[in-house]
């Protein structure tokens, strides 16, 4: 267990890191003639959130792929990546180069947690699970501490940007090390001969329920409105949340006018509450509660907005205001945060999917997170209102996830239901029709509007022949990487409101059209 705590909590060391890079003056957003990249903080955004789409991605996928793959191998290929992609970042200077490399370390980093709970299930009785989990779940509150104040005072020692993804990439290789030295990923391979602590019992137990297909579990994972209901408030907490762990040490040392070096050492006590939230947040739902997680997730996050107004009001002015606010909202984040990826998809799960129904709530949660650091992106710059307004929208973004965590409030695996086939094919052609509408409201060429229009009379088809549905899987996903890149092609780095719309609308007609394919209802 203490192996797995080290091991999935040195990925922060190559994850968060960035942060220090964006704060460093001379950084990413400073001018080229001043020694930076001469990047917009828009394009940070982007950057920023290239990581969290592929890791979403990877959250998704590799659910099935820890199935079938020894976890240490995925482990070491994970860790070794994401450290060679960090020093291949550190090398870079162009936008598209750095938005390619650090979408690449997304998935990289998307290698860690499935692996680790797939040996979590080999050695933790179920009846200990939940525990176990709460305490491996603080390593990466550590870690993430720690990649602070190491980052940060990188950048400090050798006076460049570049330091806070070199220095980083060195501890998790010898994190990667230290995993391939000690990590053992069932109890045979011990070579304990014994049945101490019941081991062998517990451990065939859990290979006794048999194996669904990826069709019968796509099936009764995306039709599970409860974990539609957790990814939406994942998403809005993990926008809110990496507001704070990208974009946090920009925002102090701006406004409290001090280095990187001091803002990092105030900031990496958000690892302190981010730890004891973790671990306690799960107890309470337990011993308070009965099992009940949407409670004690529902006030966390209301507390969460209140102390971001108030972080906002009191950051430029106290610094030990500062400290003791980091603590709290670092309580508030992780507490609700580690129930969201792990405990309670579990319980809300149908029968043996509860590795696919984490791997999509994290899906939706990651990408509403590179949403939010486009967003924080956008809105930092003085000229769209400042950090004033982008930590307004954190609280904001807070707040809604509430609401929708306090509509699972009695939820129980006893009440799950799953969703009508009308539901997927009602909403997917109504994206796709305002996808076509945005298209046709921009600069696009005809033939764009075109193949949106045919994703559009996919769905419409797919109300009569269901596997209809596929030509909209197919228009849906050729016209967001068509929309996409004519983004990154132009000069202008803003995001028009007819290439958002088109985009999202797309993308909901991607998840929707295959729903549709995979109900044989």
């Known amino acids: 267990m203490w192996t797995l705590w080290l091991t999935y909590g040195a990925f922060y060391f190559c994850r968060t890191n960035i942060s220090a890079a964006v704060a460093a003056d001379p950084g990413l957003t400073t001018s080229v003639s001043a020694g930076g990249l001469g990047l917009s903080e828009l394009q940070v955004g982007w950057i920023l959130a290239s990581l969290k789409i592929s890791y979403g991605i990877g959250q998704f996928l590799n659910g099935q792929l820890s199935e079938r793959l020894p976890p240490r191998f995925l482990l070491a290929m994970g860790m070794f990546g ?34 680790c709970m797939r ?5 933790i009785p179920i009846r200990r699970r939940g525990k176990a989990v709460g305490l491996i779940g603080t390593g990466y509150q550590v870690t ?4 602070y104040l190491v980052s940060s005072q990188a950048v400090e020692l050798f006076g460049t940007w570049r330091a806070a ?33 019941g081991w062998r019992a517990s451990s065939a137990a859990h290979s006794a329920p048999p194996r669904t297909t990826v069709r ?34 920009k ?43 949407a409670p004690v997730m529902t006030g966390l996050l209301v507390l969460l907005a209140i102390l971001s107004l108030a972080y ?52 939706a949660g990651y990408l509403g997170a590179a949403a939010g650091d486009i967003v924080t992106g956008y809105f930092v710059d003085e000229a769209h209102g400042g950090w004033q307004v982008a930590i307004r929208i954190w609280a904001g973004w807070a707040l809604a996830a509430a609401v929708f965590t306090a509509l699972l409030w009695n939820a129980s695996q006893k009440r799950l239901f799953l969703l009508p086939g009308l539901v997927p094919k009602s909403a997917g052609l109504a994206a796709m029709a305002t996808a076509a509408w945005a298209v046709h409201a921009g600069p696009y060429p005809e033939w764009a509007l075109g193949i949106v229009l045919a994703g559009a009379f996919g769905m419409a088809a797919a109300f009569l022949i269901r596997k209809a549905a596929g030509a909209g899987l197919a228009a849906a996903s050729f016209a967001v990487l068509f929309l996409f890149a004519s983004y990154v092609q132009q000069s ?17 007609g991607i998840i929707t059209s295959l729903m549709v394919l995979v109900d044989e209802r």
């Open 165 to 197: 993804l070199f220095v980083p990439s060195a501890l998790l290789v010898a994190g990667g090390l230290t995993m391939l030295l000690l990590l053992k990923e069932r109890p045979e391979q011990t070579g304990d001969a014994g049945d101490e602590g």
């Open 144 to 147: 993430l501490g720690l990649t």
């Open 119 to 123: 040996v979590v299930g080999n050695w």
């Open 312 to 363: 906002e009001a009191i950051a430029p002015y106290s610094s030990v205001g500062t400290v003791v606010l980091l603590v709290a909202i670092g309580f508030c984040i992780f507490g609700p945060q580690v129930l969201l990826v792990g405990t309670a998809p579990a319980d809300l799960a149908h029968r043996n999917t509860a590795a696919a129904a984490a791997g999509f709530v994290n899906f």
């Open 492 to 508: 202008d780095a803003s995001v028009a409101w007819h290439l958002a719309t088109a985009i999202g609308g797309c993308a909901i």
């Open 216 to 249: 019968e579990t796509l099936y009764v994972t995306l039709f599970n409105p409860a974990l539609w209901l957790m990814g939406l408030s994942l998403a809005l907490l993990n926008a809110c949340r990496y507001g704070y762990l990208d974009w946090g040490l």
């Open 251 to 293: 925002h102090l040392k701006h406004v409290q006018n001090v280095g990187v070096g001091n803002a990092g050492l105030k900031y990496g006590f958000i690892a302190l509450g981010a730890a004891a939230g973790a671990y306690l947040a799960g107890w309470a739902t337990d011993r308070f509660f009965d099992g009940r997680r």
């Open 82 to 115: 994401s450290a060679g992609l960090n020093i291949l970042f550190g090398l870079g200077t162009g936008f598209y180069f750095l938005l390619f490399v650090w979408a690449c370390n997304g998935y990289f980093q998307s290698l860690g947690w499935t692996p």
